[in-house]
């Protein structure tokens, strides 16, 4: 890998988003490469938005990802996408989107899918989106598992430069023993969306 890789993880509290972080930063260990992250978050044990960044490469000395700098944005609640447009660049950044959005408490009208993703083609042309909530509540009943389809789906569309066996070790690294199975079937399931 030339350059460096940035990557921006947004949702809300109760995703599970600073674990993915410490995974794909495990990951970047695994691979020998030097890793910074940064989480930024409000509210997030009340369910509101988290942000975090992680950089990899050979040498990295700041964990803050610039405006347009994001070289894939991952984003565990369509509406939290719209909030992390800022870091993406129209030629080379890639949105990955769980099509899910959490209702905002006293808001009466949220956007649509539809509206959201207009609104994100105005960033990029580069832009999955994934019904990974659906998909993980329906073969496991835990929505919190969304993250971990969206990085195996990120690592089998070759979204992201990190290797299946990388991602694997450092599931097993980060998560405790009894939650190792579960996280590795779901990652591991994300090959079937790749085969369609």
């Given at each position: 890998m030339k350059k460096d890789f940035n990557i921006i993880l947004s949702?809300?509290?109760?995703?599970?988003?600073?674990?993915?972080t410490?995974?794909?930063?495990?990951?970047?260990?695994?691979?020998?490469?030097?890793?910074?992250?940064?989480?930024?978050?409000?509210?997030?044990?009340?369910?509101?938005?988290?942000?975090?960044?992680?950089?990899?490469?050979?040498?990295?000395?700041?964990?803050?990802?610039?405006?347009?700098?994001a070289d894939l944005i991952i984003c565990l609640e369509a509406q939290e996408a719209l909030n992390v447009c800022r870091y993406a660049s129209k030629k080379e950044t890639i949105f990955l989107i769980d099509d899910f959005i959490k209702p905002v408490f006293g808001v009466k009208q949220t956007p649509s899918s539809e509206k959201i993703k207009e609104?994100?083609?105005?960033?990029?042309?580069?832009?999955?989106?994934?019904?990974?909530?659906?998909?993980?509540?329906?073969?496991?009943g835990n929505p919190v598992l969304s993250g971990i389809y969206l990085l195996g789906?990120?690592?089998?569309?070759n979204l992201i430069p990190l290797k299946e066996n990388s991602?694997?070790?450092?599931?097993?690294?980060?998560?405790?023993?009894?939650?190792?199975?579960?996280?590795?079937?779901?990652?591991?399931?994300a090959k079937r969306e790749k085969e369609k």
């Open positions: 949702g809300v509290g109760g995703q599970g988003i600073i674990t993915l410490r995974t794909l930063a495990e990951a970047s260990l695994i691979e020998r490469r030097d890793v910074k992250t940064s989480e930024l978050h409000g509210l997030s044990q009340r369910g509101g938005s988290v942000e975090t960044h992680i950089r990899f490469n050979r040498e990295i000395y700041s964990p803050l990802i610039k405006q347009g700098g609104e994100i083609k105005k960033f990029s042309k580069k832009i999955f989106w994934v019904p990974a909530t659906k998909i993980v509540e329906k073969e496991t789906y990120a690592v089998f569309k991602i694997s070790r450092a599931i097993k690294n980060v998560l405790p023993k009894k939650y190792w199975d579960l996280n590795l079937k779901t990652f591991s399931s």
